[in-house]
């Protein structure tokens, strides 16, 4: 006797929500799949058989899962789909824990994950509204959890963290200098084997304040070398968690600092400017009752670069004028925190430059990416190679090819030191960009250049 199977009106009812075709899904299923490294073969005809109640074998309902989340702007698992078969290990990391044992739990999982390479992280997609969904759990949940900890084994004192926060700022500093992919796995390795044992030991509320305070802060450091790698999916998990791991440490400034330059950041790169506009502005909204100056500069940063992206220049300027005015007054103040001590006059002088060149103003960007490269340490290539190319897209912009490649030669010499898939990805932007100038002193040279390091990144 045939078993007869129940339609997953789950399925159908999210396929409705996403406003996507059965052929439209089936490709971006296969897509996703291929990005991966999974030979996946599905067509319309397979979506009809999902609908009917088949349930694929994995990792199919995790890709089915990934995509739909994309599309409907929330974190969904296999079982939301109504195919339980598949793992729910794939929304790790993208929900914003509401227990302290829990965001241990979930933050030690995507370490151990991440460190294994687990497949349904590897190329994992952007989820549009999951880091706003914890933007407002951090807005109105707890202030602060309770941290210390009893235990029969050794406690943790504040040694112990003061030798993780020295390892960890220097796997921070080799990332600037070289680039993240080589360093990330380092990184990755560091949390799951040096900071994963802190957190279940007994502690101090004093010790384990400081200590969810340095996981934060690397957490959300490794999230900016996924950026790096171009791993934006991966990276949304992480700042996810180091949210919550700064809501456990108390410390709200940081929180805050996560939501705008770290989330606010990744949405922009991903091609969600407003969404970036929103967590800058809520990033203020809950730090309120202590401003620091330097925060709110670089919360304002961070706005006025989703606006350069919306092509909202009015709004843009109003945000410069305050990241502006902000960062002159912390100038005056003493009670910047040492996470924000990277934000110099450079760093400032380089977010205008990236709103001129948004807002196509290339006089305006030229002036301040070459105020940024003066004011940027040499060991800082990444950046470095950043505003070069600012200038000479600006450069192109102005109607001036040679001089502009020659910024753009310069960016490559300072690429070719690092191991920066998103370096390399902004080259071959630049590279596009000169085509139609093949004939002119110096490009020629450029697109040789250009074309030999991307050959050797691929």
């Given at each position: ?71 409907v ?53 952007f ?18 959890d ?10 943790v ?35 799951q ?20 305070q340095?996981?934060?802060e ?10 790096d ?35 606010g ?15 800058a ?48 007054r ?9 996470y924000?001590?990277y ?61 502009a ?54």
């Amino acid at each position: 006797m045939k078993i007869r199977r129940q339609p997953n009106q789950r399925l159908a009812s999210l396929i409705a929500e996403a406003k996507i075709s059965r052929k439209g899904l089936a490709r971006r299923v296969g897509e996703l799949a291929a990005s991966q490294g999974n030979k996946l073969s599905c067509d319309h005809t397979s979506v009809g058989r999902w609908l009917d109640g088949s349930v694929p074998r994995d990792p199919t309902p995790a890709l089915l899962a990934q995509v739909l989340s994309q599309r409907v702007g929330r974190s969904l698992t296999p079982r939301d789909l109504g195919m339980s078969s598949g793992s729910d290990d794939f929304a790790v990391g993208l929900r914003y824990a509401k227990s302290l044992d829990s965001t241990v739990e979930t933050v030690t999982r995507l370490w151990r994950y991440d460190m294994e390479r687990r497949e349904f992280l590897v190329g994992s997609v952007f989820v549009p509204g999951a880091v706003t969904l914890s933007s407002r759990d951090w807005l109105i949940g707890p202030k602060t959890d309770r941290l210390d900890l009893a235990g029969s084994s050794s406690q943790v004192a504040m040694d112990d963290v003061r030798q993780v926060r020295a390892l960890g700022d220097e796997f921070e500093r080799l990332s600037h200098e070289f680039g993240a992919q080589r360093i990330r796995r380092h990184m990755v390795n560091f949390l799951q084997y040096d900071i994963a044992p802190l957190l279940s030991r007994p502690r101090s509320e004093t010790v384990g304040k400081e200590l969810f305070q340095a996981a934060a802060e690397f957490t959300a450091a490794t999230g900016y070398m996924a950026v790096d790698c171009n791993e934006l999916g991966l990276a949304e998990r992480y700042y996810i968690q180091a949210l919550r791991l700064a809501q456990a440490g108390g410390s709200r400034d940081y929180g805050a600092q996560v939501m705008a330059t770290h989330m606010g950041h990744l949405s922009l790169y991903a091609g969600h400017p407003g969404e970036a506009v929103q967590l800058a502005q809520a990033s203020r909204e809950g730090s309120r009752q202590r401003e620091v100056p330097l925060a709110l500069a670089l919360s304002w940063v961070v706005e006025a670069r989703g606006h350069a992206r919306l092509g909202d220049g009015p709004a843009c300027t109003h945000a410069l004028i305050q990241a502006e005015r902000n960062f002159h007054r912390s100038e005056k103040s003493d009670n910047s925190a040492p996470y924000l001590g990277y934000f110099k006059e450079a760093y400032l002088a380089d977010a205008f430059a990236h709103c001129f060149r948004d807002l196509n103003r290339p006089e305006k960007a030229h002036e301040y990416a070459t105020a940024a490269l003066k004011g940027l340490p040499v060991t800082h290539v990444r950046r470095r190679s950043i505003n070069l190319g600012i200038m000479a897209g600006a450069n192109l912009s102005k109607g001036e090819p040679g001089a502009a490649a020659t910024y753009a030669r310069e960016a490559v010499q300072l690429t070719r030191k690092l191991h920066s898939p998103r370096a390399f990805r902004r080259i071959a932007r630049l590279r596009k960009l000169f085509e139609p100038h093949t004939r002119e002193d110096g490009v020629p040279e450029f697109l040789s250049e250009a074309n030999d390091l991307l050959k050797s990144s691929a």
